[in-house]
Nanobody, 120 residues
């Protein structure tokens, strides 16, 4: 089991940047993978990015490629989502979630979410 706590959300103008953090309550296993998702009002939750502790491989949704990046700090059990060139359509609650491996389709543990609001 693992608890995940997101932080770093806030209000920013279009074109600005934010860095979200997702801190895990325990040391992560090398096989595990952590993802970022977001959900805007009235919309379904969507995948944003994923990071695998084994080898540090990453993946990004097409909608954020070139603007967002994901990275991890094993010593701090924390994964970061760096968001640049933010757009109003990036406004959403952002969640991080943990899965047992990069090959698993199921994320078992979720954080409480952090609100990101991008004003035009």
């Amino acid at each position: 089991q693992v608890q995940l706590v997101e932080s770093g959300g806030g209000v920013v103008q279009a074109g600005g940047s934010l860095r979200l953090s997702c801190a895990a309550s325990r040391r992560t296993f090398s096989s595990e993978s952590l993802g970022w998702f977001r959900q805007a009002p009235g919309k379904e939750r969507e995948f944003v990015a994923a990071f695998s502790w084994s080898g540090g491989s990453t993946s990004l949704a097409d909608s954020v490629k070139g603007r967002f990046s994901i990275s991890g700090d094993n010593a701090k059990n924390t994964v970061y989502l760096q968001m640049n060139s933010l757009k109003p359509e990036d406004t959403a609650v952002y969640y991080c979630a943990n899965r047992p491996s990069a090959y698993s389709s199921t994320y078992n543990y979720w954080g409480q979410g952090t609100q990101v609001t991008v004003s035009s």
